[in-house]
């Protein structure tokens, strides 16, 4: 057994038969106490969790201010394998929001700025009309983050690697993260 499952999530994260493998679906609960899914991008898998970011305005952020515990799945056809992530949300540092954000293309940083995500859009062309304004802004130099953009961490505190099986005997492994920090694991009936 690994000492952490995130160490296998990387491992499968990074096999180079992928085509989007880094294509997630994130599982929040609104205030009310509605359960709402999306897919949204894994951006790294440390020794604490999962990463992706957002704008901290946007629905599954509110969600994960009102409830800060979340879910992800994963499914990966080419081999045939499901991931489960879930546990307690964080938001990230600035400065790791900021070193993010950096690497990120020019128009995606762009992107940032322009958009009220989750809120209503009259017309698309407000957007690309916010977009040019936001170019304009930043030509001939570097974009900064925006405050109201950064990244979330799921504190894993449960992971279910599920790997296909002939007549459907999946093989399932389920990892706990105990008070003192080790991981143990159980397999379960498919």
Known sequence: MPASPLDLVRDELTRPTRDLPNAITLA?????????ARVVL????????????????SDKSRDLEANPHAAV???????????????????L???ESDAYFATRPRGSQIGAWASDQS???????????????VERQYEGQDVPRPPHWGGWRIVADDVE???????????RERYRL????TWSMTLLNP
């Open 28 to 36: 929040t609960v609104d205030a009310a106490g509605r359960p709402r």
């Open 42 to 57: 894994l951006k790294e898998v440390d020794d604490r969790g999962v990463v992706f970011f957002s704008n901290y305005e």
């Open 73 to 91: 799945a994963v499914y990966w056809h080419e081999t045939l394998t499901q991931v489960r992530v879930a546990g307690r949300v964080e938001k």
């Open 93 to 95: 540092t600035e400065a």
């Open 119 to 133: 809120r209503p859009l009259e017309d698309f062309d407000d957007l690309k009309r916010r977009v040019a304004e």
């Open 161 to 171: 690697i599920w790997k296909d099986g002939e007549f459907r005997l999946h093989r």
């Open 178 to 181: 105990g008070v003192d920090g």
